[in-house]
């Protein structure tokens, strides 16, 4: 049974800076490219960073540069360092695999970015 556990978020001034952690139990991480996902209220859920087992990374174009992804294949974790936050990254985010699959979603953890 796999389970991931999303933590890191917060409340945030624009601007700010956050990094979500995401721990993976299960013997399914280091093989798996990882995503980053977000979902703010009244829409959909959406990819906002991956990384590959051999750590090559995607970005959205709306987190580009702001974001980073990054993972500790020895920890079983994968991180998101948030930067240069605005109020429309407000949203719960999730972690997942890339496909993702619908069995291993997680709580996830809330992004409040607000002056």
């Known amino acids: 049974q796999v389970q991931l556990v999303e933590s890191g978020g917060g409340l945030v001034q624009p601007g700010g800076s956050l990094r979500l952690s995401c721990a993976a139990s299960?013997?399914?991480?280091?093989?798996?490219?990882m995503g980053w996902y977000r979902q703010a209220p009244g829409k959909q859920r959406e990819l906002v960073a991956g990384?590959?087992?051999?750590?090559?990374?995607y970005y959205a174009d709306s987190v580009k540069g702001r974001f980073t992804i990054f993972r500790d294949n020895a920890k079983n974790t994968a991180y998101l360092q948030l930067n240069s936050l605005k109020p429309e990254d407000t949203a719960v985010y999730y972690c997942?695999?890339?496909?993702?699959?619908?069995?291993?979603w997680g709580q996830g953890t809330q992004v409040t970015v607000s002056s």
């Open positions: 997942n695999t890339y496909p993702q699959r619908d069995d291993f």
């Open positions: 299960g013997s399914i991480f280091d093989r798996h490219t």
């Open positions: 990384i590959t087992s051999s750590s090559s990374t």
